[in-house]
């Protein structure tokens, strides 16, 4: 494995190759040019071939290489993110995003018709001209509400519907009814 790193060398000096356990390390002068650069790099693939200093394979090479010029791009990017803090802007929206598309996948939605409001017997007995069709639901009987306040979380809570709007919880799902349709959330 090779590691690339920056050091201050002695007059002249522009890489020092030095084998460290399981790994090289080249040592570059900081602030060279492009050119300079490539230069030193090859000066040391060469001299470690003839067997001065310590072998620089090609794939590791490339791989520090790699490493070296991400390390300095991130360097880059986060010193233009000091100076200009809106530029982290997107980076926060992208995460943020991210973390509420993971959360909603945790959960299932589904969305069923409300049901139809069921016959009024009292109409019938007065003469409405309402008659049952195959699209008439009885309806659900309905359960006092209990009197022990320290009832369990996981009961069925029932609200009656104010201005259209009814809501039950189970412990696997929690259903809303919003005018004509019924949108159920199974965890």
Request: with cysteine; net charge positive.
């Amino acid at each position: 494995m090779v590691k690339i790193r920056y050091a201050e060398l002695p007059a002249g000096l522009h890489v020092v190759t030095e084998s460290r356990g399981g790994y090289t390390v080249v040592y570059l002068l900081p602030g060279l040019t492009p050119a300079q650069r490539r230069s030193a790099l090859r000066f040391a693939r060469r001299s470690a071939r003839i067997g001065h200093g310590p072998s620089l394979p090609a794939v590791d090479m490339g791989f520090a290489l790699a490493a070296d010029r991400a390390r300095a791009s991130g360097g880059t990017l986060a010193a233009a993110l000091r100076r200009h803090p809106m530029l982290l802007l997107p980076v926060v929206a992208a995460v943020s995003g991210m973390v509420v598309v993971s959360m909603l996948s945790l959960v299932t939605v589904s969305v069923a018709p409300a049901r139809l409001p069921a016959m009024d017997p009292a109409s019938s007995a007065t003469g409405s001209r309402t008659t049952p069709t195959s699209l008439t639901v009885p309806a659900p009987a309905v359960q006092p509400p209990a009197t022990d306040h320290d009832a369990p979380a996981s009961a069925v809570l029932s609200d009656t519907p104010s201005a259209g709007t009814s809501r039950s919880a189970t412990p696997s799902r929690l259903c809303v009814t919003l005018g004509r349709a019924t949108i159920c959330i199974r965890s």
